[in-house]
Nanobody
Framework: VQLQASGGGSVQAGGSLRLSCAASGFMFRLNTMNWYRQAPGKERDLVATITSDGNPNYADSVKGRFTISRDNVKKILYLQMNGLKPEDTAVYYC????????WGQGTLVTVSN
């Protein structure tokens, strides 16, 4: 299993970013995929989940601002982040729970006022 996240960067509050996670080594289309984030000094928290048939679920803190999606042909997981706030600053990780937890390398999102 390989998960390669990209798309992070520095934006001002109110801005947008789209994260991508390229997946390989497993049957992507059959698995629920997740985005987590870890802010400095805090625990890693679940941000969004998408099932194999495309049903999303979100943490309350990002509902209405973030959209998780997937392309099962390209084997890519996305996280569209709009209306970014400074409290969204974190390293974002894509995640798969398949016999064990698999993590991408993380991509840093920094939101400034």
């Amino acid at each position: 299993v390989q998960l390669q996240a990209s798309g992070g960067g520095s934006v001002q509050a109110g801005g947008s970013l789209r994260l991508s996670c390229a997946a390989s080594g497993f049957m992507f289309r059959l698995n629920t995929m997740n985005w987590y984030r870890q802010a400095p000094g805090k625990e890693r928290d679940l941000v969004a989940t998408i099932t194999s048939d495309g049903n999303p679920n979100y943490a309350d803190s990002v509902k209405g601002r973030f959209t998780i999606s997937r392309d099962n042909v390209k084997k890519i997981l996305y996280l569209q982040m709009n209306g970014l706030k400074p409290e969204d600053t974190a390293v974002y990780y894509c995640n798969l729970n398949l016999r064990r937890e698999w993590w991408g390398q993380g991509t840093l999102v920094t939101v400034s006022n």
